[in-house]
């Protein structure tokens, strides 16, 4: 950034050009990269949040349904409750699985390549 | 005996016990507040440059950092806030908690590695990456000084009316006294312990309050022998209001308008969260990405954690106590969570004094962590982009900015105290949903426009953040959480016309919409270069320091 220049005290590794940045945002191995992120993220961020308004909505127009009594005082709005926090939490943990798996050894392989190179 | 009787004697039992056990609850205070102090000057010695100052060295572990964003998340309104919920409007209270801990999905997906990837300090640094430095800095510095504000004023107002009532104090003087207290207590953190000690309080807070939520939780089962149907159905009948208290709509359910209401909330909290600010520069202070997505991870299961335990804390109340007794004690519940401890421990007795001063101690680590964390998100943002990067055009000196720093937070102090003591009587509690629902409507559409889309510009940001942050500034302005209400901050004048208390259904929709408008619009060309730099930056860490 030409108005926040890093500190030159520091250590800081080598930054490559901005051609060097262009060649790399055009390389197949980096539209990977992307693809893999995104293909991910995107479509699981629109899933997690239409799952989150279906039960907004749920809550609101399906009191009903939802005041169903499953067992004991537990009804469906307290499951499904329960399941939102459910989700999130595979949500995340699958994210971590994919990252480690698909993400970090491709970022990582750019990463040092370009920091390394003079 | 009638109920009437009984509840006023409880209440009456509830305040003496406050004021008679007056020097242990404030003795646990002085514990914590000497603690916290002793780690800021050690933090504060340690704090020797800006990235020491802003991001805390950025060597804290990613479960260091889990549990320190975790202490910055779960302020006053998610402990006693959703707890009080809970105890009077049953399962609509819990509805806070799913819609603030799904929103975590957010910053994980999108926006946590790649911010840590592409900016240094704030979130400015992300926004104007590719863009005009000047202006979009000045923007983001605004807004995030903005939502700050917001949310520490409701803080700050919290504070002053939660400790006053716990220590018995009702005079005006010695609530504003306290609000003083908060905020003098919040400069010193932040101006000499900076990020390093900021975040060793947002650890030892989120350590606190875990402790305690999972005593509370543990002493409830065992009333119900851990049988939670029973637990909701004593709670369903202790409330009055039968099965309609387990199922939505108690608070929300009364008419179309309020329906909309709730969308409405729902969306700012599930899309705010990615957009605070002062949980943004929480992903500065780990070594790289993978320990910024390993944070988010961690603060997700704590947080979680938390939250399902808030179903024991809010049902707890409502089947322990009743009903009469939590709305005389806080109109808005506010204080269920600090009553139960007393129930559970037993009205007469020591144990009970023991946990009440325990649970306040607790609520008041958890406001003055919070507090904490947004005064130094804030003054961060004025030091790092309006400061060096506007005012004196990047020619600043790392001294001369952590100087600027410490400056703005006595200021930003001095600002939240004057206006925490105006507000003190006034109903603040909407504040925070106001603050998720700016953060929603003028940050999170930049920020994901920044990252992911090439053709974004200088003036689609300009346009998104301000016309975000307008929008839902002026919604609320002319909504009855300010005037026209006799819950609003000024309930006998009315100048209401926007008919929602949330403003998030238009204002998201209108940040996110302005930003696309604004790019179409502007002449120039947006800098492919500066995006394939940001792009190949934000997915792999190339050149982050």
Same mark, same amino acid.
């Given at each position: 950034m030409a108005t926040d220049a890093p500190p030159p005290s520091k250590a800081d590794?080598?930054?490559?050009?901005?051609?060097?940045?262009?060649?790399?945002?055009?390389?197949a191995e980096f539209g990977e990269l992307r693809r893999s992120h995104r293909s991910f993220a995107f479509p699981l961020t629109i899933g997690f949040i239409a799952w989150y308004l279906l039960y907004v909505l749920l809550s609101n127009y399906a009191g009903?349904?939802?005041?169903?009594? =499953?067992?004991?005082?537990i009804n469906v709005?307290? &499951? =499904?409750?329960?399941?939102?926090? =459910?989700?999130?939490?595979? &949500?995340?943990?699958w994210y971590e699985r994919h990252s480690?798996?698909?993400?970090?050894?491709?970022?990582?392989?750019?990463?040092?390549?370009?920091?390394?190179?003079a | 005996m009638s109920p009437a009787i009984t509840q006023v004697q409880q209440v009456t039992l509830a305040a003496n016990e406050a004021s008679e056990h007056r020097p242990l609850i404030i003795s646990l205070f002085a514990v914590f507040v000497v603690a916290t102090l002793a780690i800021t000057v050690w933090a504060g010695r340690q704090t020797k440059d800006a990235a020491d100052f802003y991001a805390g060295g950025r060597q804290f572990s990613a479960f260091q950092n889990g549990l320190a964003v975790s202490g910055d998340y779960m302020s006053a309104a998610s402990f006693l806030g959703i707890a009080g919920a809970i105890a009077l409007f049953g399962y609509d209270g819990f509805l806070y908690s799913i819609g603030f801990l799904v929103a975590w999905l957010v910053a994980l997906l999108l926006v946590a590695e790649p911010l840590r990837n592409s900016g240094r300090y704030?979130?400015?640094?992300?926004?104007?990456?590719?863009?005009?430095?000047?202006?979009?800095?000045?923007?983001?510095?605004?807004?995030?000084?903005?939502? +700050?504000?917001f949310y520490l004023l409701a803080q700050m107002a919290g504070a002053g009316v939660l400790v006053s009532l716990l220590l018995g104090i009702t005079s005006d003087a010695g609530k504003i006294l306290i609000v003083a207290l908060v905020g003098v207590l919040m400069i010193v953190y932040v101006s000499i312990g900076g990020m390093k000690g900021t975040t060793w309080v947002q650890m030892v807070k989120a350590v606190l309050l875990i402790s305690g939520t999972i005593l509370i939780t543990f002493l409830v089962l065992l009333k119900f022998n851990f049988n939670i149907s029973d637990l909701l159905g004593t709670a369903a009948e202790n409330s009055g209001k039968g099965a309609a208290f387990l199922e939505p709509g108690l608070q929300y359910g009364a008419s179309g308008t309020t329906k909309i209401d709730f969308i409405s909330l729902g969306i700012a909290l599930v899309l705010g969260t990615a957009g605070l600010p002062h949980i943004l520069i929480r992903f500065y202070t780990v070594p790289n990405a993978k320990a910024a997505r390993k944070s988010v991870n961690w603060a997700i299961g704590i947080i979680g954690g938390f939250y399902l335990m808030t179903i024991a804390l809010g049902f707890g109340?409502? %089947?322990?106590?009743?009903?009469?007794? /939590?709305?005389? +004690? @806080?109109?808005?519940? @506010?204080? %269920?969570?600090?009553?139960?401890?007393?129930?559970?421990?037993?009205?007469?007795?020591?144990?009970? %004094?023991?946990l009440l001063a325990t649970i306040s101690a607790v609520a008041f680590a958890t406001i003055l962590a919070v507090v904490a964390g947004l005064t130094l998100a804030? +003054?961060?943002?004025?030091?790092?982009? *309006?400061?060096? @990067?506007?005012?004196?055009?990047?020619?600043?000196?790392?001294?001369?900015?952590?100087? !600027?720093?410490?400056? !703005?937070? *006595?200021? /930003?102090?001095?600002?939240?105290?004057?206006?925490?003591?105006?507000?003190?009587?006034? @109903?603040? %509690?909407g504040l925070v949903a106001l603050a998720f629902a700016v953060a929603a409507s003028a940050n999170l559409p930049t920020i994901l426009y920044s990252l992911f889309w090439k053709r974004f510009t200088t003036q689609g940001a300009l346009w998104s953040i301000y016309g975000g942050l307008t929008v839902a500034v002026g919604l609320v302005l002319f909504s009855p959480v300010v005037s026209g209400d006799p819950t609003a901050m000024f309930p006998d004048v009315d100048f209401a016309w926007f008919p929602l208390k949330n403003p998030g259904i238009i204002s998201i929709p209108f940040g996110f919409l302005m930003g696309i408008i604004g790019t179409y619009l502007s002449k120039e060309k947006p800098d492919t270069g500066k995006y394939a730099e940001l792009e190949v930056r934000s997915l792999t860490g190339t050149g982050a320091h």
């Open positions: 590794p080598h930054l490559p050009t901005t051609e060097e940045f262009v060649e790399v945002q055009e390389s009903d349904f939802m005041g169903t009594k =499953l067992f004991g005082n709005a307290l &499951i =499904l409750g329960l399941a939102q926090f =459910l989700t999130t939490f595979l &949500i995340a943990w480690t798996a698909k993400l970090d050894p491709k970022a990582e392989a750019i990463k040092s390549r370009m920091e390394g190179g | 704030t979130m400015g640094d992300v926004l104007a990456y590719r863009m005009r430095q000047r202006p979009v800095r000045t923007a983001a510095g605004t807004s995030t000084i903005v939502v +700050s504000i109340a409502a %089947a322990l106590i009743s009903q009469e007794e /939590i709305i005389a +004690s @806080n109109k808005s519940g @506010n204080t %269920a969570a600090p009553l139960l401890a007393l129930h559970l421990g037993g009205v007469d007795s020591a144990w009970g %004094a023991i804030s +003054s961060s943002s004025f030091a790092h982009d *309006i400061y060096a @990067n506007v005012i004196r055009k990047g020619k600043a000196t790392e001294k001369e900015e952590v100087r !600027a720093a410490r400056l !703005a937070t *006595i200021g /930003i102090g001095a600002v939240s105290i004057i206006l925490g003591s105006l507000a003190r009587d006034l @109903n603040v %509690a």
